[in-house]
């Protein structure tokens, strides 16, 4: 079961050449509310990562996150044997290696990889590539880059998955209204507002990876 969670961006415009701007969807005050809205789908999803799934008929139980689901942080970071690990996990619960797979990382995952791969390895211009975004995937997952994963002081929390292994359900899509606040001196007010929520569909097909950061 998922919960949907109401979200909301709202910003006061009183210069009159800006306001005059805001019917180009590609002005800068359209592009900061969408990238608002953005950012709070990507907590959303990664919050759902390892919290408690709400599961059954009714989903009134509540599952945590699969403790043989993680790959430990070892106090290394993000290695190539960490990706294998999890790769392992995933095969292990027999999920089907056609199935689309992800993994979430921050930058200095990237640079982990670069820094522990040697450069005789026949790894390294991959991982260079990986770095430079010349490719996206490695090992079998495609790598997304994102500055949004919790650090809980000692180490990164990123996670691997197969694609049908996490939903992100949309309740109301982002929608947009741009009117004056009579309250606010008639200042014109840009708005933003959208309704998701995220869960684990299966718990197999989720891998928390911790890295040493």
Request: negative net charge; contains cysteine.
């Amino acid at each position: 079961m998922v919960t949907l969670q109401d979200f909301e961006y709202a910003d006061l415009i009183d210069d009159q050449d800006k306001i005059r701007m805001l019917s180009d969807p590609t002005s800068v005050y359209a592009k900061a509310a969408a990238a608002g809205i953005g950012r709070a789908m990507d907590d959303v999803i990664i919050t759902a990562f390892n919290a408690s799934a709400s599961t059954g008929k009714s989903g009134s139980t509540s599952t945590a996150f699969a403790s043989g689901n993680i790959v430990a942080h070892g106090s290394a970071g993000l290695t190539v044997a960490k990706l294998i690990s999890a790769k392992k996990i995933l095969d292990q619960n027999s999920v089907d290696p056609s199935i689309n797979r992800y993994i979430v990382v921050s930058p200095e995952q990237i640079e982990d990889l670069l820094n522990t791969t040697s450069v005789t390895s026949s790894d390294f211009n991959t991982v260079k590539a990986l770095a430079t975004g010349t490719v996206d995937s490695f090992v079998g997952f495609k790598f997304i880059v994102s500055n949004r994963l919790k650090d809980d002081g000692t180490s990164r929390q990123c996670y691997a998955w197969a694609e049908d292994g996490m939903k992100l359900a949309v309740g109301k899509e982002p929608s947009a209204q741009i009117t004056q606040r009579a309250d606010k001196s008639y200042a014109t007010q840009v708005y933003y507002c959208a309704s998701f929520g995220a869960t684990r569909m299966e718990e197999a097909k989720v891998v928390q990876v911790l890295c040493n950061e």
